[in-house]
């Protein structure tokens, strides 16, 4: 009845919430979660908990796919070193939420992400790089991929990931 995208408003700590939203859809059914955005502003422990409700909803649904995007303490720290204004843009947002973004996220760098996904089950499948997305960018003239080094930083030039597409094996 609702089509092909749904859009509702869940609590991603509470398993039966987000259970609850995807209630029209079968367990067979082919099926994306996107939370792009959204991990940045948890605390170390409200990642665990939002990453076991992933686990629990992926182990139920076979098809189903998440694709998220992950920012690091070193992808903060570059990008705050690298363009003032964004910095000052993002450092402004950061502050509504009245959380202590960049300091409490639990990711130093790159490498510390598979290890968390790996501690709750959960696998990753593909990744899209960022410096792969630009590069496929052939509309981008000089000044527009200097502005586009300028704000993503070094998560460009080291092929950072940009988006994650997990998986998790049946329980």
């Known amino acids: 009845r609702r089509g092909v995208l749904h859009c509702c ?52 649904r076979p098809k189903a796919k998440w694709v998220v995007d ?3 303490r070193q992808n903060l720290t570059d990008l705050f070193n690298s363009n003032r ?8 947002v950061f502050a509504s939420t009245q959380r202590e973004v960049a300091g409490s996220n639990p990711f130093q760098d790159d490498r510390c992400i598979e290890g968390a996904l790996q501690s709750m089950g959960l696998k990753v499948q593909s990744q899209s790089l960022l410096a792969d997305q630009a590069a496929r960018r052939e509309l981008f003239g000089k000044e527009s991929q200097k502005a586009l080094r300028s704000i993503c930083g070094t998560r460009i030039s080291h092929g950072r990931s940009v988006n994650i597409t997990i998986w998790a094996p049946s329980l």
Do not use: C, W
Not at 27 to 44: D, H, K, N, R
Not at 86 to 92: G, I
């Open 70 to 72: 992950f920012v690091t």
């Open 9 to 60: 408003g869940i609590d991603a700590l509470d398993l039966s919430s987000m259970q609850h939203a995807l209630e029209y859809t079968g367990p067979q059914a082919g099926l994306v979660i996107v939370t792009e955005g959204l991990l940045l502003y948890f605390s170390e422990q409200e990642m665990r908990q939002f990453f076991s409700n992933m686990h629990a909803l992926l182990a139920e």
């Open 85 to 92: 204004a964004v910095a000052q843009a993002v450092k402004s």
